[in-house]
């Protein structure tokens, strides 16, 4: 009997036959609108350090404000206090760290997306260069380009620049939340859209983008699997 050789799976979308990032791969993509954003450096990352006041105490970023939420929703007054306290995100969210790790998977199952869109909402609302960076994005995919599995796309940024979203590990809740903001603003606001582009949410995996301008025209894309 002839003995099966072992087949490579490409890396990007599990398929037989080809190399990932290659015109052959049905994940690749050599260009997209995308922005990739990480760590404390860029406004739409949960790290970015900013005064935000969050059910009426002043935290230094939003994920300070976030893992504070789930301290005190998960009834650790005093890891919270420290939470509170922490200097910067990173800070924060290792001190998190010490919740059990039940009462988080738990918490997070019927809270964390809520969460997270509260303060995300708060930031809009009170910080002003995130908010305009936001509105300014027009159609651009917002992806947080880490291994995370959930809220990031589960891919550096090298990697999830040239893998179409649809094809990503990860989730990317944190990216569809600011996504779904921008929206909902640009939507709002019909003179804002007048003269560009905007997405919006068709359903929870798709997005309309629709050009405004001299020509009308609208497609479906979708952003997440
Ligand atoms: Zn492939």
Redesign the pocket.
């Known amino acids: 009997m002839k003995k099966k050789r072992s087949r490579k799976l490409?890396k990007?979308?599990n398929?037989e036959g080809?190399k990932?990032e290659t015109e052959e791969?049905?994940?690749?993509v050599s260009e997209q609108d995308v922005i990739c954003f990480k760590g404390k450096d860029c406004v739409f990352s949960n790290m970015y350090p900013c005064k935000l006041n969050f059910d009426e105490l002043e935290f230094n970023c939003s994920e300070s404000a976030y893992q504070w939420r789930k301290a005190m929703d998960i009834n650790e007054p005093e890891i919270a206090q420290r939470i509170l306290l922490a200097e910067n995100g990173f800070e924060a969210k290792a001190i998190a760290r010490e919740l059990s790790a039940e009462d988080v998977d738990e918490w997070k199952e019927a809270h964390s997306v809520k969460v997270m869109e509260r303060v995300v909402d708060a930031k809009f609302q009170q910080v002003a260069e995130f908010r305009e960076e936001l509105l300014g994005s027009g159609s651009f995919i917002l992806v947080e380009a880490t291994p995370n599995k959930f809220w990031s796309a589960g891919l550096l940024e090298n990697k999830a620049r040239k893998c179409k979203p649809s094809y990503y590990p990860g989730e990317n809740m944190l990216g569809k939340i600011l996504m779904g903001l921008r929206d909902k603003h640009n939507c709002n606001n019909n003179s804002s859209v007048k003269h560009s582009s905007f997405i919006t949410r068709t359903n929870k995996d798709y997005y309309t983008i629709s050009y405004v301008g001299l020509v009308n025209q609208s497609f479906v894309t979708p952003i997440c699997r």
């Open positions: 490409c990007m979308c398929g080809h990932p791969c049905p994940a690749y």
